[in-house]
């Protein structure tokens, strides 16, 4: 069955983000922190990349740090950290 009115082409449509509360510690009190609401992707990807970007140099002097056993659950860490990053680079790339 055709479609009377087609989808709207993806370029058309604005990505933003959705009003997002973090920072309850585990419900010991009310959120401290929000996301607002409808801020553009591509802006929350670059906060997002530099957010993730502290992580990662933070837990890779961590991983200097440490011994084994305990390193390799830091190294298992940096690497997730180092996927988030291409990811985040990647779709910055795919928006220009």
């Given amino acids: 069955m055709k479609k009377l009115v087609p ?3 993806l370029s058309n449509l ?3 983000t ?3 509360h ?3 510690c585990q419900g010991a009190h009310p959120p401290l922190f929000t996301v607002c ?4 992707i591509e802006d929350a990807l670059v906060h ?7 992580a990662f140099e933070t837990n890779w002097q961590l991983c ?7 390193a390799d659950m830091a190294w298992a860490t ?6 988030c990053q291409a990811l985040i680079k990647a779709l910055l790339n795919r928006q220009g």
């Avoid at 940096?78 to 996927?83: D, N, R, T, V, Y």
């Fill in 14 to 16: 604005r990505r933003t």
């Fill in 78 to 83: 940096c690497q997730s950290l180092e996927i």
């Fill in 22 to 24: 973090f920072g309850a």
């Fill in 7 to 9: 989808d709207p082409p």
């Fill in 48 to 54: 997002l990349s530099a957010a993730l970007t502290s």
């Fill in 18 to 20: 959705a009003h997002t």
């Fill in 37 to 40: 609401e409808e801020a553009d």
């Fill in 64 to 70: 200097e740090m440490l011994s084994r056993p305990t």
